[in-house]
């Protein structure tokens, strides 16, 4: 856990040129690089010009007041932003070094390599079983029924869900609790073998209880898949990340280990932010 603490009282009042890389992941390869993404909902600009490489094994959180364009910037990553009919994305983004953008690339699978846990939990109306199930169906991962089977339970274990359910894979998904049904969200997402998963404030419906333990498989989510998180909590943001990535007003800030970013932010703006001066 990083703790936050009070910091130094004088910065410079502009922020430095954000570097697409925390200075200490120089020199690695990137699952994600996003270069000069900017956003548009019709003639109004959400994202300027942002541009931040993302890692393998490491969750990178994404903070910032209300409006100053996290979710939009998070939508960009698996393209999602695609299903808004104003939205605009310019720029290039890169997953494992191929542009998701490309003529080529598939954006049902791109969506399978990168997926995403929405705010509020969104299982289908249907059994756990099949919430489950569906994925592989439809991405042919599968070819026998115990294959099958055994997908939905290592993905519902991943999800730290399986003794919770195991006896019920006939009962709807939607009749579990807010936390399960976030967590089968997150087992869906890993059912078609993701190598990122986007979390646009997912714990953000949930009590404490279930936020401890979405804030757990986070934890051990990472050392299997790239993760970044947008978050309203500063705390959490401390708690489960190791990158943090600060915007405002649609610019990315600063990015940096999130220790660094809390304790001793370069830039006033983020400096004010984490202080509560303002958000
Ligand atoms: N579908 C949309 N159509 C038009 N404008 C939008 C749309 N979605 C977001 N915006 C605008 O884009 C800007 C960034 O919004 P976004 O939701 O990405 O910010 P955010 O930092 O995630 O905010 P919050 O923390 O409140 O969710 C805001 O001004 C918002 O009003």
Known sequence: MNDITTTKAEKVDTAPDPLPVAEVDQGRKPKMRAQHVNVFYGEKQAINDVSINIFDDKVTAFIGPSGCGKSTFLRTLNRMNDTIPSARVTGHIELDGEDIHAPAMDVVQLRARVGMVFQKPNPFPKSIYENIAYGPRIHGLTSSKSEMDQIVESS?????????????????????????????????????????ILMDEPCSAL????????????????????????????QQAARVSQRTAFFHLGELVEYGKTSEIFTNPKAKRTQDYITGRYG
């Open 156 to 196: 519902l274990r991943r999800a730290g869900l399986w003794d919770e359910v195991k006896d019920r894979l006939d009962e709807s998904g939607t009749a579990l609790s807010g936390g399960q049904q976030q967590r089968l969200c997150i087992a869906r997402a890993i059912a078609v073998d993701p190598e990122v």
């Open 207 to 234: 009590d404490p209880i279930a936020t401890a333990k979405i804030e757990e498989l986070i934890h051990e989510l990472r050392g299997r898949y790239a993760i970044a998180i947008v978050t309203h909590n500063m």
